[in-house]
């Protein structure tokens, strides 16, 4: 007979095993209807399979991973597909709680994610997806290889929801980057706007630029670009009727 002790015990270490999975098991699926994420299958972003020729992905749900050299820093644990080395790294003072994600009581919390392999020569389209808990993601921060995105945005946001730290706003996002060649290799920089944020996900694809972004609105700074250059061929306009 087991003693109540031994039960407990045992609670425990079930209680530690299930915590040990983020985001799909211990939240929503981010790919679920009328959630944020999108394949590069069905996205108005992508046109192409994961696992495509020339094509990059890599995704993370957890951050416990003992497999990748080196400390704070994890393997994907979803999947990855053309590849020749793909990892998440994170500073001092961030840490894996007990969910799987990647949090700190204490520092803004800053994150790497590193891939390197063979694509299309280009033009190629690339694709940031991520996941928040609580305090939310700097959107200044978001960068690849030094340069920000061609177009960032919120694709979901649900407030009060009922996480495994208590209620919580949860955030998922897109940025997106069209590059007109490939890279040697790609490093996505982004950062919290303080501590206290949960990363919960991490997906990234590289692929065929298919040209624009149905139903994605342009940079605020092409539209800016677009306003002024109607302005002054308005103004030139009326200098001609004047004449």
């Known amino acids: 007979m087991k003693t109540t002790h031994q039960l407990t015990l045992i609670a425990g270490l079930l209680s530690l095993s299930g915590a040990a999975f983020a985001d799909i098991t211990n939240g929503p699926n981010p790919y679920a209807a009328g959630y944020g994420f999108d394949t590069p299958t069905e996205a108005t972003w992508g046109g192409w399979t994961r696992g495509d ?14 497999t990748y050299p080196g400390t704070r820093t994890a393997a994907p644990d979803v999947g990855s597909a053309g590849t020749s080395n793909a990892n998440i ?5 961030t840490f894996a709680a007990g969910s799987g994600n990647l949090y700190s009581f204490s520092v803004i919390e800053d994150f790497t994610a590193s891939l390197s392999g063979s694509t299309a020569s280009g033009p190629l389209r690339v694709a ?14 978001i960068l690849l290889n030094g340069a920000a995105p061609t177009y960032v945005d ?16 949860l955030v998922q996002y897109l940025a997106i980057w069209d590059l007109p060649t490939a890279a040697a290799s ?7 706007t303080e501590h206290s944020m949960s990363l919960a996900q991490v997906a990234i694809d590289i692929g065929p630029s298919t040209g624009p972004i149905s139903g994605v609105p342009l940079p605020a700074a092409v539209w800016m670009f677009g306003a002024g250059l109607m302005s002054v061929l308005g103004v030139n306009r009326k200098k001609g009727l004047a004449a």
């Open 53 to 66: 020729a020339g094509t990059l992905y890599a995704e993370w749900d957890t951050f416990i991973d003992s």
């Open 89 to 93: 790294a994170w500073n001092a003072g």
């Open 128 to 141: 940031l997806q991520f996941e928040t808990w609580g305090v939310q993601m700097d959107y200044d921060s």
């Open 154 to 169: 919120t694709t979901y946001f649900e407030a009060n929801y009922a996480s495994s730290f208590g209620p919580v706003d």
């Open 186 to 192: 790609y490093a996505f920089d982004f950062n919290s």
